[in-house]
């Protein structure tokens, strides 16, 4: 107990020694709410309700056994896909036979929930792909990305005698996301507004839950 509370009084100097040293403009707070699994968040927007799974087919690592769009189909009333990837919908139609897109602009139906999980880290223009997003009426937005500030990531140089930095990262990633900074660019670059985050998978994801504001 002695312990408990002295760790939590150095966290508290530590904090306020912080923020005296950098300027309040340099410092973004918001909330963040932690859950063990993605899925424990995704489910209360994916239970019986219509959903528009963007980035479904898991290019180019597809395994049935750890593919989302399938994990999540029996828990939809109805479940469609989208993904540029046309030879991947050809493979995942073999394991869930749903209604898939190739683009955006195809999608004219509305949706309970449109779910975007680790996909937007990849798109070359993140301010034009969340605009076509938003253009898909629904009632919740769900988007995630990893998370930047997470230790199981090893980031680093090999070692100290030579320049090699090395980042464990998929290939196809374009970017980094924070809590913040996911937030930010939803609500700069769309009229959505960002109702909770959440840390997920022992905080390798961030995620926002967004609504029409």
Known sequence: MIKRKL???????????????????WIQEVMVYKTQNRIQVFDKYLMRKKVL???????PIFDPKNNLHIQISNKCKELHGLDIDFEGIEVLKKHFDGKYYTSMAEVSEDYDT???????EHVENIKKFLNEMEKINARN??????????SHF???????????????IHPDHNCWFSPYTLKNVIEKYTNLKVKEIHLSNYNLMVICI???R
Do not use: M, Q, W
Request: aromatic share 12%.
């Open 154 to 168: 090893k980031h680093g140089f090999l070692n100290k005698k030579n320049n090699i930095f090395r980042e464990i």
């Open 53 to 59: 799974h963007i980035g479904c087919t898991d290019f």
């Open 141 to 150: 937005y769900i988007i995630s990305a990893p998370n930047c500030f997470n």
């Open 210 to 212: 967004c609504e029409r």
């Open 7 to 25: 760790k939590n009084l150095k966290a508290i100097i530590k904090n306020r020694l912080f923020k005296k040293e950098i300027d309040s403009f």
């Open 114 to 120: 449109v779910l975007v999980p680790e996909t937007i």
